[in-house]
């Protein structure tokens, strides 16, 4: 799993449900969510699990369920990884003013719309087995119809470096629901030239 916004503290995770490919599995890893966000119990940023929520109680109304774009097979596209010898480390500002350590695992390399894209892929700094790479990044999209903090996304490691990016399972960190969480800002690399209408949508929108 990875950050749902640092959400998960220190670790970094997609929220309630497994990674999927198929437009029936996000709709229900979405669905998931909701119940989960819902029905679980408030938790703070030190403690947070796919068992608590990050939405407080007193917001729930206004904030679920969650706002999504229509799942478009076209934003679910391949990449190709192409890895960082040293594993260079970035200092990530956050929104409590803080510098995550990321250390940098590779470039994801993909075509979306017809366009090369370029996106980079991070661990926590001392990561020694990577179970998930975390892959924040902002697009046109950002601060109109998205989250004005970016997006998330999480990949499992595969063994032929090959990957398949699905902006349909793009989400929004903790942050956007709970200001006591700490969320990284996608660094400049990662800030795509076009918009991303896939994935979830800035809450209220």
Known sequence: MIYVAVALAAACSSGPGAPSTTA??????????DQVFSQAAECGAPTATEDCSPVPQARRAKLLPLRYYEIDASYNVPAAL?????RPVFEMPTSTGTLRRMERVGVLEFVLNGQPMTLAAFVEEGTRRIET?????????????TYSAGRYLDLHPTATGIYAIDFNRAYNPYCAYNDT????????????????????KAPGI
């Not at 029936?24 to 969510?33: G, K, L, Y």
């Not at 990662?190 to 209408?197: D, E, I, P, Q, S």
Request: charged share 30%; with cysteine.
């Open 24 to 33: 029936s599995d996000v709709a229900s890893w979405r669905s998931i969510r």
């Open 82 to 86: 192409k890895v960082s010898e040293d």
């Open 133 to 145: 790479l975390f892959v924040p990044f902002a697009d046109q999209t950002t601060g109109k119809e």
């Open 181 to 200: 969480y700490e969320c990284p800002f996608p660094p400049p690399s990662n800030r795509l030239k076009l918009a991303v209408r896939a994935g979830e």
